[in-house]
């Protein structure tokens, strides 16, 4: 007998399948940590700007691209001026351009999946298990984990733990902040456990997958473009 796993059409408002996605994941945070720079860090930013625009708040998308731009601004200023803060915050602001662009993409991916689609495509595609449950506990963690976070936050403003308190007692600050949020994450995992073995998550039969699964256009597109970052990466690692 197998183990059914009820599925349905996600929220997103770009219908893929999660396995072109992932790849295109794959492909982006390749290129941001990755060696590559100049215009293809650029192209990428771009793209993951513009999947944040078509798929969740345009809020999102302007906080990004804010960052993103001050960040680059900030990057480049070493090359015109030479000095020592100059050229330390230049690479400060290097590398949070790149983990901007790479949290945004992993945002993007986590926000617009739904977990039984990513299951049913890792199934699908026969991964190993060992794979499939941790993406899918992963997957149900962090949404929880920021609600606690953002909990903790309110509660602590309520008490008056805030503004100016913040940056003159940093480490209690901290403190207050971190070990309710871990004990709650602990709990929280602990349930997430629960209802996945419920569920029949850790089953060693195959699941049948009702996911409606098919390569679309979109999905088309999304291949194109990671094979197209591959290849634009490999180039410039060859032309230097």
């Not at 893929?16 to 295109?24: E, G, H, N, Q």
């Not at 039984?116 to 060992?130: H, I, K, N």
Request: aromatic share 8%.
């Amino acid at each position: 007998m197998t183990t059914n796993i009820l599925l349905t059409s996600t929220d997103s408002r770009i219908v893929a399948d999660p396995r072109s996605k992932f790849v295109l994941l794959l492909a982006v945070n390749a290129i941001a940590m990755g060696n590559s720079n100049g215009w293809l860090i650029a192209a990428t930013s771009v793209l993951v700007g513009c999947l944040l625009v078509a798929d969740l708040r345009p809020g999102t998308a302007l906080s990004y691209t804010a960052l993103v731009a001050a960040s680059a601004v900030i990057a480049e200023l070493p090359h015109h001026f030479v000095n020592g803060l100059v050229v330390a915050l230049g690479v400060i602001f290097h590398w949070i351009l790149r983990f901007t662009v790479s949290l945004a993409m992993g945002g993007w991916f986590i926000l617009s999946t739904r977990v039984g689609d990513l299951v049913a495509a890792m199934t699908a595609a026969r991964l190993p298990r060992t794979l499939i449950i941790p993406l899918a506990v992963l997957f149900r963690f962090l949404p929880m984990a920021i609600d606690e976070a953002r909990g903790v936050i309110e509660a602590m403003a309520l008490r008056g733990y805030r503004g100016s308190y913040l940056w003159r007692h940093p480490i209690t600050a901290m403190e207050k902040l971190v070990v309710p949020v871990l004990t709650a994450s602990a709990r929280t995992a602990d349930e997430l456990s629960a209802a996945a073995l419920i569920r029949g998550l850790g089953s060693t039969r195959r699941p049948t997958i009702v996911a409606d699964l098919h390569f679309r256009w979109i999905d088309a597109v999304f291949l194109t473009l990671a094979l197209g970052l591959a290849g634009a990466a490999m180039a410039q690692a060859v032309m230097r």
